[in-house]
């Protein structure tokens, strides 16, 4: 890979960044030199937090609240983003959410809820960030795979990360709603014999929005420290 400073002159945008993966990928976009832009729905806190630590390793952060599951509060995150930069290099569509429920105890509200969280938006987001990286230049999006086909023409690449399970809010809300010890279970079934970390999948997402990964298209990496091999016991 190139200096240590490959994303310098870049604006990322990183999706739920205020905690667990999303904070690790911001705090590690900046540390290669780019700005960020810490987006949160509830946890204002949390997102104060991570643009300090931004800011303490000399970069720029902005934070700025959107709940993306309402389309209005995403164009207005895009329009600030707009004023405040006049372009986007980088978008992580990080942020997820959602009722985790048996089917028969699925509710429309729920469901909908979740589609428009972890689906909808990151076509929302990924739609009002076309503009912006046109007047980049170029861009890149991490999230779900054939946007890819479309976008490669406009110099914007699009790959998708598929961690394994990582420590996060969100698996402690799994853990009890399941009632199963899912983290010991997963460390004994992973060759690498410990659980993904948040930087990990940083260090993944850093290196595919970076030129090295200029020919990279289209592609999924699987961050799972080997748990989805086959292991003879
Ligand atoms: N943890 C895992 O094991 C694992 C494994 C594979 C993939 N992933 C993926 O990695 C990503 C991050 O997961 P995580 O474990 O870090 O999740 P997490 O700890 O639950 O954090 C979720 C983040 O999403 C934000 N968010 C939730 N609803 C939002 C909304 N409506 N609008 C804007 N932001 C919203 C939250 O912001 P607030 O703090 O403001 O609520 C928070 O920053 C997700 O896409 C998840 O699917 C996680």
Redesign the pocket.
Known sequence: MQSSQFLAGKIALI????????RAIAIKCAQLGADIVV?????RF??EETAEIIHSMGRKAVVLK????KEEEIKSLFNKISDEFGKLDILVN????GFNRPLVEQKITGWDYTMN?NVRAAMLCSQYSIPLMEKAGSGSIVNTRYMAVELAPKKIRVNAVS????E????KHFAFMTNKDVTSRTIANTPAGRLVT?EDVAESVAFLCSSSAEMICGQVIVIDGGFTLIVPK
């Open positions: 999706t739920g960044s205020g905690r667990g993966i999303g987006n949160y729905s509830r946890n949390q997102a959107a709940n993306i599951t990080n942020a997820a959410s969280v961690p394994g399970m990582v996060t809010d969100a698996l948040p």
